[in-house]
């Protein structure tokens, strides 16, 4: 092989071994698009200026390429924090659905006498033993999957940064503004507050 192919091969090899920077999902996408181009630019350069043609293509593309790398990386970590955080608020929001189906049926029976959702449950629960397991395990379910859901979408809107400056601690709180995390977290507060007024009503009133 020519020393001139041997070089231009040489620095194709180099560089699709730097691609490497990249998120790996990028490399999929333009990866090979990227090394043809690059590929193309050298052997162009390479005809016009020789050598010094092929090292000006180097000092263009090096710092060019840690640059988009940085950005593409700093992009991927966004986006796989939103996945993150779109699946907490999918968690939150399955641990949510039975104390929100009970607090609803409960709302339409003895607020409005609407017996749609309410009166299957007790159907349900009109089985000899069910309402004893329902009365043990439901305040389980029902308060502790609603706690966990809390604590998942606030942990996915909130994130939390210790630092050292000037030889103190400095610890800071930033919040994100993410919808559906916050949605979750919000429908889990407001049923919480209305489940433990329930049980404080059922318990501590009318003796």
């Given amino acids: 092989m020519p020393a001139r192919d ?30 043809q181009v690059f590929g193309d ?17 180097w000092v263009r593309t ?8 940085f950005v593409e990386r700093v992009r991927a970590n966004e ?3 939103m996945m993150q955080d779109r699946r907490l608020a999918v968690i939150g929001f399955v641990l ?35 309402r004893d397991v329902f009365n043990a395990v439901s305040p389980v379910v029902f308060l502790g999957g ?11 809107v909130t994130r939390f940064d210790v630092s050292r400056e000037d030889g103190t601690i400095v610890s800071t709180v930033r919040v994100r503004l993410e919808l ?6 919000a429908v889990s507060v407001l049923l919480l507050v209305t489940l433990v007024g329930y049980v404080f009503l059922e318990n501590f009133t009318h003796r």
């Fill in 6 to 35: 041997r070089w231009l091969s040489v620095s194709e090899r180099i560089y699709r071994a730097l691609l490497v920077a990249y998120p790996r999902g990028f490399r999929r996408d333009r990866g090979a698009e990227m090394a």
């Fill in 41 to 57: 630019l050298c052997r162009e350069e390479k005809r016009r200026g020789g050598a010094s043609g092929l090292m000006m293509v």
């Fill in 62 to 69: 090096l710092p060019d390429l840690v640059a988009t790398a």
């Fill in 79 to 81: 986006k796989e924090v």
């Fill in 96 to 130: 949510l659905l039975a104390p929100l189906y009970f607090v609803s049926a409960s709302l339409l029976k003895y607020g409005l006498g609407v017996g749609l959702l309410f009166d299957p449950l007790e159907a349900f629960l009109s089985v000899a033993g069910r």
């Fill in 146 to 156: 609603l706690g966990v859901a809390i604590a998942l979408n606030i942990y996915a």
């Fill in 180 to 185: 559906w995390n916050i949605a979750v977290a």
